[in-house]
């Protein structure tokens, strides 16, 4: 007996016809202020992030503050903490990590000569040691420079080496577009409305694609000056924002895709004999850091309802529970859990 998680593949023509309608994360910046339980700030200027880059960074609502519904984040020329440009980086590290799904925002960006505004994710593990850039792996969603006609969408990797795949598409960013990824077992898709411009394999971690089947956070920003745009000049427009209607993250309708809210809870884990034979009684196991309605459910791949283990208040603690297969047909399932703001769903294969 072992734990593990089982790493499976769909078949093109089930996964093709999968749609991602279930909305397991969003901001939606209806509120007076900036959630901190969705986001933090990085702050300061950090030898320029590694790209030459001008701005400091804060956390003040002169550079990131919420109004009429959009996040807005505001890129002022001013002198603070000795450097020219102010701004405002934010992220969901350490609050909110994301394992597949459809992860898409409605941007509207300031354009200008050493304007650079972006929309991204890096892998959780950026900060644990061995995992630093690119093996943690990063995913440009949206960025954009100066005054291009272009939108740049990019995926870097680690494979003896930074590499990287990525396009561009035409896009005027001033006006408001959807931005988005569709990310599975077996690919990163690109999308700016809707319409696929990129699409990067990593099934089987092809191309020593592994990063990409762990956790990754959400940023946000608006950098000014550095080795790709190059400097502001005196064309270029201060202040300017870049602003953000929503951030949405989906899971398939099969309830793939996962978040693990920090905090909330942890250690969701699964137990079965693998290979043959598969042991039919399988153990699941959580943990509750508070009081919680926990839901507690197993999908077959189309999405139906085969199981509903746990639908009750639980106090804080571990807890284990049992799903007893040998009534279900062999195949693929999904057991998702919900306690609280967490959701997270794992797969397995029932092997008869």
Partial sequence: M?????????????QSQAQYTNLIWSDEFTDATI?????????GNNNGWGNSELEYYTNRPENASISNGNLQII??????????????????QGLQNFTYGKIEARIKAPVGQGMWP???????????????????GEIDIMEHIDNSKYLNGTIHWDNNGHVSNGTTILCDVTKFHVYGIEWDENSIKMFLDGTKYLEQSIANNVSST????????????????GTWPGNPDAT?????????DYVRVYGL???????????????????????NPFNQSTSISFNLPSKSYVSLKVFDYIG??????????????NYTRKWDASGFPGGIYFCRLQAGSFIETKKLILLK
């Fill in 236 to 244: 270029t427009q201060f202040p300017d924002t870049m602003f953000v």
């Fill in 210 to 225: 592994d990063e990409f089947h762990l956790p990754f956070f959400i940023l946000l920003n608006l950098a000014v000056g």
């Fill in 75 to 92: 890129a002022r020329k001013e002198t603070y903490g000795g450097k020219s440009y102010t701004s405002a980086r934010m992220k969901t």
């Fill in 35 to 43: 959630s901190k339980k969705n986001w933090a700030f990085e702050t």
């Fill in 118 to 136: 972006a929309f991204w994710m890096l892998g959780k593990n950026i900060n644990d040691s061995g995992w630093n850039w690119p093996k943690c």
């Fill in 304 to 317: 139906k309802e085969v199981a509903s283990i746990e639908s009750n208040e639980l106090l804080a603690g």
């Fill in 253 to 275: 309708n099969t309830g793939i895709g996962s978040i693990s809210s920090e905090g909330n809870s942890s250690n969701f884990s699964l137990s079965q004999n693998y290979p």
């Fill in 2 to 14: 072992k734990n593990f998680l089982v790493i499976i593949f769909l078949l093109y023509g089930i």
